[in-house]
């Protein structure tokens, strides 16, 4: 009996044990978050006096701006969340962002009877830079990509599509498979495919090859030229020069 009474005993100094273990173990958790709550605040506090120092910088130049909204990023701050509040009316990149947003619907919207919806961001910038006053803050790639991201929350529409290099924006609903980014990649030099290069250079089948240049004529991606021969071509609009256009 004795031994069943200490065997008993010895369990409940145990679980008491680690009661106060993990008791302690929250406390320093709790520590832990309290500090750097504070840290991420006084952060942000001298992320504050630094963008109303640099101001002008940021507004300016699109590689100091990039720059500003990576340092924003680390520590949970987005300008760009709202047209409201300090970062707007300090900086008013928010209102910045929201105009370009604007600007690559309007680009968008008069080339998409010619690409089909699907632009180079080359071609995009190039257009922007035009149609923008010359008083205009400067647009970089990295701008594009940002307002591009936030025009995402409108819906189904704007993507942004890895090509090789380079980004394509397509600005209509549409899902584009791999297929179909691979066929934009190849043509890429050229401006034009046809299905004996893909079963060649691909080792597709010819299903396959036939089934993805379907879709993309039906979304009119591409346009068809039988005036080569035998071999169809099949030409992308959204990878000619923008100045042919």
């Known amino acids: 009996m004795r031994r069943r009474g200490a065997g008993v005993a010895a369990i409940k100094n145990k679980n008491l044990a680690q009661a106060?273990?993990?008791d302690k173990g929250n406390e320093i958790a709790e520590?832990?978050?309290?500090?750097?709550?504070k840290q991420?605040?006084?952060?942000?506090?001298?992320?504050?006096?630094?963008?109303?120092?640099?101001?002008?910088?940021?507004?300016?130049?699109?590689?100091f701006r990039s720059q500003f909204q990576e340092m924003c990023?680390?520590?949970g701050?987005?300008?760009l969340a709202s047209s409201k509040g300090f970062w707007a009316e300090m900086l008013g990149v928010g209102d910045f962002y929201y105009e370009l947003g604007v600007q690559i619907i309007e680009v968008c919207l008069a080339t998409s009877h010619r690409n089909g919806g699907l632009i180079s961001i080359?071609?995009?910038?190039?257009?922007?830079?035009?149609?923008?006053?010359?008083?205009?803050?400067?647009?970089?790639?990295?701008?594009?990509?940002?307002?591009?991201?936030?025009?995402?929350a409108l819906g189904n529409?704007?993507?942004?599509?890895?090509?090789?290099?380079?980004?394509?924006?397509?600005?209509?609903p549409g899902e584009l498979s791999l297929d179909h980014t691979t066929i934009i990649q190849?043509?890429?030099?050229?401006?034009?495919?046809?299905?004996?290069?893909?079963?060649?250079?691909?080792?597709?089948?010819?299903?396959?090859?036939?089934r993805a240049l379907n879709y993309m004529v039906k979304e009119g991606l591409v346009w068809v030229d039988d005036q080569t021969g035998s071999d169809r071509q099949f030409w992308f609009p959204s990878l000619f020069s923008a100045n042919t256009s």
Request: charged share 35%; glycine share 2%.
């Open 186 to 210: 190849q043509a890429q030099s050229t401006g034009h495919i046809s299905k004996s290069q893909l079963i060649k250079d691909l080792k597709w089948e010819e299903e396959r090859a036939n």
């Open 77 to 79: 701050v987005d300008p």
């Open 122 to 152: 080359e071609e995009l910038r190039e257009k922007l830079l035009k149609s923008r006053s010359k008083k205009s803050q400067d647009v970089s790639y990295d701008d594009l990509l940002r307002a591009i991201k936030k025009l995402k």
């Open 31 to 37: 520590d832990q978050i309290t500090q750097m709550t």
């Open 73 to 75: 990023a680390s520590v």
């Open 20 to 22: 106060k273990y993990k």
């Open 157 to 172: 529409g704007f993507t942004v599509l890895t090509v090789g290099q380079t980004y394509m924006i397509q600005s209509v």
């Open 40 to 63: 991420m605040e006084t952060f942000k506090t001298y992320l504050e006096d630094f963008a109303a120092k640099h101001k002008d910088e940021i507004k300016k130049s699109p590689d």
